[in-house]
């Protein structure tokens, strides 16, 4: 009877939005920053629930094997020529990926990137996982929440061109007025890799005896620094957080290195990305300042005047309930 | 004999020196605990740098010692989550077993197929890496699924320093012996000094390539155990562009590109000097955006202390031989 019920509204649901698509499937290629990273993997999983939600959608996963923006760009031709209906990207590089996504453009191809942006030459809509401000704001209060009296903090970074832990360690300078007593005593770049992120959490352990919490807002870097932290017997002294994945910080979670730390939903922004390149491919809505566009699940988003827009706020993990979500993503 | 003593001398001056000037901007630095982390820390890249030391002095070179590393880490991480109450010496003997293995897989093209060593490696290392998409899905695997006794034993401090560092010590002498002492040792001094005499002299060029990419590849797979144990994390990209630091550990430590000539003493300073350098690097708070170009520096400079007083009138392949001339 529930089967049956589920059933015809599933039907009803895939033919209302079949309807503009015709007999073929929309193929909508997902472009991540690389292959084999857990959050983007996740992400593909939200795609593929939103393609199934949406019915006639082909979802193609792909990216290059290391975080390059010419990788990003040899795949993203070959979705050219593929003839692609729509391209989501989450870019390497601001900039070099411009010229490349103008011409799928070119090709009537719908372009949106979403967690790491493209110029705004280079897409339609960006898809931002959060704003930045309020993650920059969450990055910093993470850390203050545990330094009720105050204290020295570090800023472990990917590399010193990450378009966004850049715009986000911005933000978060922004609103450091917020936070007195709070004091960023310097800013490192651990490049994404996890021997030189572990040596510079090292590092900055070793030039601020006084440091009370590192700030990793990436997700390679948060796990090395909670190592490093561990390592050199520093769980209660200083608090690694920032931005990581609850699969892959459930150890550090554990061990007390780390009191807490945040992520949004990597399965809802792949979900939320795909709906976006849907609706903007069968023309259900136009890419224009102030426009409102329904993302299934997740609502509607508002596109502002650099037709970027923001899905939900960052959502904190703790020892309360990291056992519910390490093993999701 | 005199010269070589001054090669090396040359470079272990060079690395007091750099300690020193550390030492002006973070004083903290040459505290005998912090020069032990530095030398644990250098240690995998001392490790693989022997490997790649002896491969080069054949002539040839490795590329995939990376991904060779990455492979046989993420396969003990896998084999760690599946039976966890695996001893750890058997993941080792696992470890140097199969990066062994991986490693012949190296040799054979190069030895039985005549493939360049350069086109063999770059296709092994893009090979390596697939596979561990293939195993994993690119899925992590992250500290609280390996057990206590994985992730613990390269950390465990043994007489004051992590035993991580004590491997790179024992491999060390092994690698001092083999090259010294052996006959496998004398035949790749001899096959990349001059492969046409060691034919004459009855040396089988090709098969010691080949043992020579397998050491190599025991070496690198015996990193990937303790690499993944260290940092409590494996995943595709482990160690990426690491092959590059171990090329760049070998010839600043005097190893020639061309073959035959360099030692065991020579490349373990390269790789420190490296280390000193990649760890001094955060704490002399010098600006991120100058650390590449420093350190990129620092090894040109390096190298270029090694080529002037590296010119050497010919190559010895007979030590017996090397008064007659």
Redesign the interface.
């Known amino acids: 009877m529930k089967l049956a019920k589920l059933m015809t509204s599933v039907a009803v649901a895939a033919g209302l939005f079949a309807g503009p698509v015709s007999a073929e499937d929309m193929r909508i290629a997902l472009v991540v920053k690389a292959l084999g990273i857990g959050f983007f993997e996740a992400a593909a999983e939200g795609a593929e629930e939103a393609a199934k939600e949406l019915g006639g959608v082909e979802i193609i996963y792909t990216g290059p094997t290391d975080t390059t923006a010419e990788g990003q760009i040899e795949v993203i031709n070959s979705l050219i020529a593929q003839q692609v209906d729509a391209i989501a990207v989450s870019s390497n590089d601001t900039d070099a990926l411009v010229p490349t996504l103008k011409k799928a453009m070119q090709r009537g191809i719908t372009v949106i990137s979403w967690d790491s942006g493209v110029a705004e030459d280079g897409r339609m809509a960006h898809l931002n996982p959060s704003s930045n401000a309020l993650i920059g704001n969450m990055i910093i209060k993470l850390a203050a929440d545990h330094l009720p009296e105050g204290g020295q903090v570090a800023v472990l970074s990917a590399t010193t061109t990450s378009t966004n832990q850049n715009i986000w360690i911005d933000e978060m300078n922004k609103v450091m007025g917020n936070y007195p007593g709070i004091e960023v005593v310097s800013t490192v770049y651990g490049d994404d890799l996890a021997d030189k992120s572990y040596r510079e959490a090292t590092g900055l352990m070793q030039s601020h005896p006084d440091l009370d919490a590192i700030i990793a807002p990436t997700s390679v870097g948060i796990v090395a620094a909670a190592q490093a932290v561990a390592d050199a017997g520093n769980i209660g002294k200083v608090n690694v957080t920032g931005l990581g994945l609850p699969s892959e910080m459930a150890g550090a979670i554990d061990s007390g290195a780390s009191k807490s730390f945040a992520i949004w939903n990597p399965i809802d922004l792949g979900y939320s990305a795909t709906m976006l390149a849907h609706q903007l491919a069968t023309e259900a809505a136009k890419a224009e300042p102030g426009a409102e566009i329904a993302i299934g699940r997740m609502g509607t988003i508002t596109l502002d005047d650099t037709n970027a827009a923001a899905m939900a706020d960052p959502f904190v993990y703790d020892a309360s309930n990291i056992a519910d979500f390490k093993d999701i993503f | 004999m005199t010269f070589l003593k001054s090669r090396e001398t040359i470079l272990a001056a060079a690395i007091v020196v750099l300690i020193a000037l550390i030492a002006t901007r973070?004083p903290?630095f040459i505290a005998p605990a912090?020069l032990v982390?530095v030398f644990t820390?250098t240690s995998p890249l001392m490790i693989l740098a022997m490997g790649q030391m002896v491969v080069i002095l054949t002539r040839c070179i490795d590329l995939s010692v990376a991904a060779n590393l990455a492979l046989t880490g993420m396969v003990c991480a896998m084999i760690n989550v599946a039976m966890p109450g695996l001893p750890i010496a058997v993941i080792v003997a696992i470890s140097i077993l199969m990066g062994a293995a991986l490693g012949a897989i190296n040799g054979v093209l190069v030895w039985k197929l005549n493939i360049p060593p350069i086109v063999v490696t770059l296709g092994t290392m893009t090979i390596f890496?697939g596979v561990?998409?293939l195993l994993?899905?690119?899925?992590?695997i992250?500290?609280?699924e390996m057990s206590a006794a994985f992730t613990g034993v390269p950390?465990t401090s043994l007489l004051g320093m992590p035993v991580l560092g004590w491997v790179s010590v024992l491999v060390a002498v092994v690698m001092v012996i083999v090259m010294a002492r052996t006959t496998l040792g004398r035949a790749i001094y001899a096959v990349g000094g001059n492969p046409h005499a060691a034919v004459y002299t009855g040396i089988d060029v090709g098969k010691t390539q080949f043992l020579a990419f397998t050491i190599s590849g025991m070496l690198a797979g015996l990193t990937g155990y303790l690499?993944i144990a260290r940092?409590?994390?494996a995943?595709?990209?482990?160690?990426?562009?690491?092959e590059l630091d171990v090329v760049a550990a070998c010839v600043i430590g005097g190893i020639s590109i061309a073959g035959g000539a360099g030692t065991v003493i020579g490349t373990l300073l390269g790789a420190l000097f490296l280390g000193v350098i990649?760890?001094a690097?955060?704490?002399v708070?010098i600006s991120?955006?100058w650390q590449l170009a420093i350190s990129g520096a620092a090894i040109i400079i390096a190298v270029a202390f090694n080529a002037q007083s590296g010119r050497t009138k010919g190559r010895i392949i007979l030590k017996s031989a090397e008064h007659a001339q």
Do not use: C, E, Q
Request: cysteine-free.
């Open positions: 973070f903290g912090n982390m820390d890496r561990i998409f994993t899905d690119g899925k992590w992250n500290a609280h950390r690499w940092y409590s994390v995943y595709v990209d482990i160690a990426g562009g690491f990649k760890n690097l955060p704490v708070d991120p955006f």
